[in-house]
Each structure stands twice: as structure tokens, then as C-alpha cells.
């Protein structure tokens, strides 16, 4: 079955799969830092792995892997292939594809662990992996790296059941002296599930603790006196799971506490909120044939009243087949409850519905920010104890909580749809899959191609000292900060996998203060200022990037290197020249 779920995330990623070691999806910006990050992972795990988080960008900073998510628990996996090949492309589009895929076969296995069969469980997996916003944030690894969320949920509801069935525990009899008790394994392998969870990305491990959290409400609102001996055992596992995660969390903890000064303001965060009619705008990409027709409609309607800027690319309606379907579902389990035709005992598929129709609303609730209304004077909404529990407001977008959303919306239809009579679902589950095929269709991504990693990048090896790589951020005419050359470093930090030598340039989730200050002393490299601050840094080489600096204010800094004394050509072709500048002399007369 996980073979079916690799093929949908072909096609719902197509034409990635084609372009698996050439070319990355939408843009340069996220794909190159995700290789890039990927790729140091891989190094480090082999040349440095007690200092991992020194990585080769910010020279000569450390800790500097924690201006960004370090994807440990994703990278280890992918690492073999990467030292096999050494191609940071190849190994960023075999993660993302993957994470399609366990994401929705692990929803595929909650559903038939909650009594369905395989056709509501593949119909629910294949609606959480290829909602339209999850397809859509395809370059957002953070938001795609909630894929064990629906295993952390199968341990929950296994240890409830352990705890709730006294028979099963009875049946079991008692266990051999060296092996842990049931109760015992199921915690540590929660355990195991949520350190894996954080350490394969810091935002999707607090979105899946979030859900667990939303669980454990649940627990004490409808268990009540047997709500604690379920809650322990499953609190024992979370907390087992942050200690293992102790690892990845400590450096961004450390460097918090070296650069307090580096952290998202609440109003950043007010402005990455939704609004509950963001949940009215589509995406336009999505949708084939008739169905694409209703999106635009949706889309004229409701998009220009939305206030949030951050939604228009993804949309957060969840689909037509997820809103249609689960809609459907919740007026059968309300005509269930109402007719009185069922019992906890007996049939639980109404509990489950309630159960996961609260996780999707718990995930709309955190979308909606801090603050009510998305204004700062707001009243205060669950969000906001997130953001002050989590150091420097790392967990900066709200909207992403998004994800709760779908993966609640999607196992409450797959239950209700497993509920159904023999016959009746049979023929439910086949129109599901042919909705699903037409929600699931978008317009193909655009791939593209990275700069050419040639020789003069792998040079670099050989040289002592930092590198400073032209372009980096640059300022325009009235002394302004032009953001989207910030991104270029995406590709300079990509082109130093070439030899991960230390360079000065870097971005991350946080833009250093001391960066943008040294971003400021080169921008008319070279002069005897720029050469002396570069030098007090530890560079001893620069990179030029002749092709990148074309359209830049640095598009005649390599002739000038050229004819600067004591400057020395170490090597060039028609994509990048590399100097020695450590002799450098006086400006030349």
C-alpha cells in the first residue's frame, strides 16, 4: 500500500520526478536552502558530527545550522544517498516526495487502526496527503514534516485502549520479567515517535505535541475518573520524546541565550495569522477539469477581502471533495447520535468522529494567531502561550496549524465512510477516489535550475581562511534593505556544497543582525575600506559569481579585483571567479 501513496505524491508533485537530480520546484529561494541544509546534515554526520551545528555559512559564527530548521530526523535518511552521490538536489526531492507519502500512508494506517477497512483508510490517507495546501507549500518542509503525527495518534489511541479494556489485559497475561509491559512498550514507542517528530523539523514536532495536547483534552473532558491512568502513560511517552529531543533543541536554546536579540516580534507573528475567511480563498493552481472553474469563482468572490497576503499562493479552503465529504460525514454522525443508533461500546465510529473534528478545530483556533482579529490590541487567544513558551517566537506562522486542520478533517470523513454498509461503501470509497482525482490535479509545477556547481566552487577547498561570495544582500539607491536579494544566499549557500568551506554569507528563518552589518561594509567592494573589514573577519578569499552579479551593483568587482595589487586569481571560467585577496594591497593609483 505505502507504493500507492509514492505514486499519488508523483503526481500530485508532478513534474518533480522527472527532474528528481536536476531541478527543484516554484523557486530558488526554499528548495536551494533545504538542499543545502540537507546536504550539511549528511557532511557533518561524517566529518563533524559532535559539532553539527557549526555550519559552513556565517563565518565566524557558531551554532549557525540554528538560524533555520536542521531536519536531522529527515536527513539522516536520505544521507546515504547523498554520500553515494553528492547531489543536494537529488536527495532534497527524494525527502520531499517521501514526506508525501508517509504522510499519507501513516494517516492510512490511523484509519484502519480505528476499525476501517482499506478502501475509507486509503480515501482519507490520500485527502490529508494531497489537500491542495499541503501540495501547494511544497518548497515548506516545515509544514509537509508532520507526517508522523498520525502514528502519534495510533499510540494514543492503542494506550487507551490498553488502559480502557481490562479483558485484552487479561488475555494477554502477565509478561515475561525481561520484557516491559504492553503499557511500557506503547510509551516508549510514542517516545520514540515524538523525538523523531522534533528532530525532523521544530515546527511540525510542536504541530504534532499540539495535536497530542488537543487528545489530552479530549481524555479529561469524556473520560473523566479514567482520564489520568490513560494520560499518564501517554504524558510519560511525550515527555520521553522531548528529553530524546534534547539534542536538536539545546543549540537554538544556546543561541538564544548568546543573541537574545534575535527573535520574531509579536507583530510578524499577528501579521503570518489567518482570519476565518481566509478559509474561504482557494488555491487557484488547483482543481482539474470543472472543478478548477469553481475555484476561480471562489477566488473572485472571497480573495479580495482577505487581509492576509501570506494565503493567496495556497489558499486555506480545504478542498471541495475534503469540505463536501466531511460535511457529509458530520450529518451522518449527527443522525447517528440524534437516532440514538449507537454505543460507545459497541460502535466508537462517532466518538472518533468527535474526537478528530475537535483536532480540526483546535487547528483553526491556532491559526487565527496571538491575538483575536489579528490586531496586536486583540484579546488574547491560545496561540499566545505558544509564542511565549517557545524561545525567540520560533514558531513564527500561525497559519500553518493549518495542517490540524486537514489531517482532522480528513480522518473524521474516513471513519464515518468506514461506518457505512458494506455495499453503500463500496460504492462511496470508489467516487471518493474519483473526486479526489479531480480535486487532486494542478496546474504542473514550474522546475528550476540551480546555478552550476563547476570547479572554481570546488577550488574553494583549497583555500585557506573565510570566503566571502558575491552577490549577497544589497541595498538600493535611497540606502533601503532590497529583501529579495536576502534569497541569494539561498544560492550561495547551495554552491558551497561544492566543498563546504566557511563562508561569510547565510539566511536562515532569523537574519542575523551582524550580517546585515557586514552585508553593509561590502557593498562597494572593493575599496580600501571593504578590504580591510573583510579581512577582520578572517576572509581571506572572495567568490565571484560572474553570471549571478550580472544585473547587481557588483557587476565590475571581478575586473576590478583583476587590476587590485596584490590581489591573485586562483581560478576562473564563465560562471564564478575565486581570488586570494590575503596579500592585498593599498588602493591602486
Not at 363 to 384: H, I, Q, W
Not at 552 to 557: A, C, I, L, Q
Request: charged share 15%; with cysteine.
Amino acid at each position: 500500500m505505502f507504493g500507492v501513496f509514492l505514486a499519488a505524491a508523483a503526481v500530485v508533485t508532478w513534474p518533480v520526478v522527472r527532474h528528481l537530480a536536476t531541478g527543484v520546484p516554484g523557486n530558488l529561494t526554499d528548495s536551494l536552502e533545504n538542499s543545502y541544509v540537507f546536504s550539511w546534515d549528511a557532511h557533518a554526520l561524517l566529518r563533524q558530527p559532535l559539532h553539527l551545528f557549526d555550519a559552513n555559512i556565517f563565518y565566524p559564527q557558531r551554532l549557525t545550522l540554528a538560524y533555520s530548521e536542521n531536519v536531522l530526523g529527515l536527513a539522516v535518511f536520505v544521507a546515504p544517498l547523498y554520500w553515494l552521490t553528492h547531489n543536494p538536489i537529488l536527495i532534497v526531492n527524494v525527502a520531499t516526495l517521501a514526506l508525501y507519502a508517509v504522510g499519507g500512508y501513516s494517516t492510512y494506517l490511523l484509519v484502519r487502526e480505528l476499525g476501517s477497512s482499506r478502501g475509507p483508510a486509503l480515501v482519507a490517507g490520500l485527502a490529508f496527503m494531497g489537500a491542495p495546501y499541503r501540495v501547494l507549500v511544497i518548497q515548506h518542509l516545515t509544514v509537509l514534516a508532520t507526517h508522523l503525527m498520525p502514528l502519534a495518534f495510533l499510540l494514543l489511541l492503542r494506550i487507551e485502549r490498553e488502559v480502557a479494556s481490562p479483558t485484552r489485559r487479561a488475555r494477554s497475561g502477565p509478561s515475561p520479567r525481561w520484557r516491559l509491559p504492553r503499557l511500557g512498550r506503547l510509551s516508549l514507542v510514542l517516545g520514540l515517535v515524538v523525538a523523531l517528530a522534533v528532530w525532523s523539523s521544530i515546527n511540525g514536532g510542536v504541530i504534532t505535541l499540539a495535536g497530542i495536547g488537543i487528545w489530552a483534552v479530549w481524555e479529561l473532558a469524556t473520560r473523566r475518573r479514567q482520564a489520568p491512568r490513560i494520560l499518564v502513560p501517554s504524558l510519560a511517552g511525550v515527555v520521553l520524546g522531548l528529553v530524546l529531543s534534547l539534542p536538536v533543541l539545546v543549540p537554538y536554546a544556546i543561541l538564544h541565550r548568546i543573541h537574545p536579540e534575535f527573535s520574531h516580534s509579536l507583530a510578524e507573528v499577528v501579521g503570518y495569522s489567518a482570519s476565518p475567511s481566509d478559509y474561504l480563498v482557494p488555491a487557484l493552481k488547483s482543481g482539474g477539469p470543472g472543478v478548477h472553474s469553481v475555484y476561480v469563482t471562489m477566488m473572485h468572490r472571497f480573495g479580495p477581502r482577505s487581509s492576509n497576503p501570506h494565503i493567496f499562493e495556497t489558499g486555506l479552503f480545504p478542498g471541495l471533495f475534503l469540505t463536501l465529504s466531511y460535511l457529509a460525514a458530520a450529518c451522518a454522525a449527527a443522525s447517528a447520535v440524534v437516532r440514538r443508533r449507537t454505543r460507545a461500546h459497541g460502535r466508537p465510529w462517532t466518538r472518533h468522529f468527535a474526537l478528530f473534528s475537535l483536532v480540526a478545530l483546535g487547528g483553526f483556533v491556532l491559526t487565527l494567531g496571538p491575538k483575536a482579529g489579528r490586531r496586536l490590541s486583540g484579546f488574547p487567544l491560545p496561540y499566545d502561550l505558544l509564542y511565549r513558551l517557545v524561545p525567540a517566537g520560533a514558531i513564527r506562522v500561525p497559519v500553518r496549524f493549518f495542517v490540524l486542520v486537514l489531517f482532522g478533517m480528513a480522518v473524521a470523513m474516513g471513519v464515518v465512510l468506514a461506518a457505512a454498509r458494506p455495499r453503500l461503501r463500496t460504492a462511496l470509497v470508489g467516487l471518493s477516489l474519483l473526486a479526489l482525482g479531480l480535486d487532486m490535479v494542478h496546474a504542473p509545477f514550474s522546475i528550476l535550475r540551480p546555478p552550476p556547481i563547476t570547479n572554481v566552487n570546488r577550488m574553494t577547498a583549497e583555500t585557506t581562511g573565510g570566503i566571502l561570495a558575491l552577490p549577497t544582500t544589497e541595498w538600493d539607491a535611497s540606502g533601503t534593505v532590497m529583501i529579495s536579494s536576502i534569497f541569494r544566499e539561498t544560492m550561495q549557500e547551495y554552491l558551497s556544497t561544492a566543498s563546504f568551506h566557511p563562508i561569510v554569507n547565510g539566511v536562515g528563518s532569523l537574519v542575523p543582525p551582524f550580517y546585515i552589518a557586514e552585508a553593509a561594509a561590502v557593498q562597494d567592494i572593493p575599496t580600501p575600506a571593504s578590504m580591510a573589514a573583510i579581512k577582520s573577519w578572517g576572509v581571506r578569499s572572495v567568490i565571484v559569481q560572474t553570471k549571478l552579479v550580472a544585473e547587481t551593483r557588483w557587476k565590475d568587482t571581478a575586473a576590478r579585483l583583476d587590476r587590485w595589487p596584490g590581489v591573485r586569481l586562483l581560478a576562473g571560467d564563465s560562471e564564478a571567479r575565486l581570488y586570494d585577496i590575503s596579500a592585498a594591497g593599498p588602493l591602486p593609483g
